[in-house]
């Protein structure tokens, strides 16, 4: 039985970004590490934000034969994830 792993790359896309907004919007444990203290979620929050756009790039790069929608779409979500917190935690990169 094989997966498809794009599908699979847009689950985990919006569920990112649902994750990111409940972050957001209902903060729940406090950690703190590096003399911050910042909320749980945060942490795999942050890491599915460095890595599935990594991972979506990759996917594209290696197969440029096969046009498939549910990468790019995860890629527009994660950048829109990317967006978001970088508003929230004052970043001014764009």
Known sequence: MKRDL???YLGLSIFTLVLMFWTLFFPMHLVQ???LEFD????PTG???LFLPLFGMA???TNREDWNMNYWIGI???LT???FIFRHL???WL
């Not at 749980?40 to 942490?43: E, R």
């Open 33 to 35: 590490m590096w003399n």
């Open 6 to 8: 794009s599908k699979v």
């Open 47 to 49: 890491i599915l934000i």
């Open 81 to 83: 994830t990317m967006l």
């Open 59 to 61: 996917k594209i790069a």
């Open 90 to 92: 004052k970043i001014e």
């Open 76 to 78: 527009v979500l994660n």
């Open 40 to 43: 749980f979620l945060w942490i």
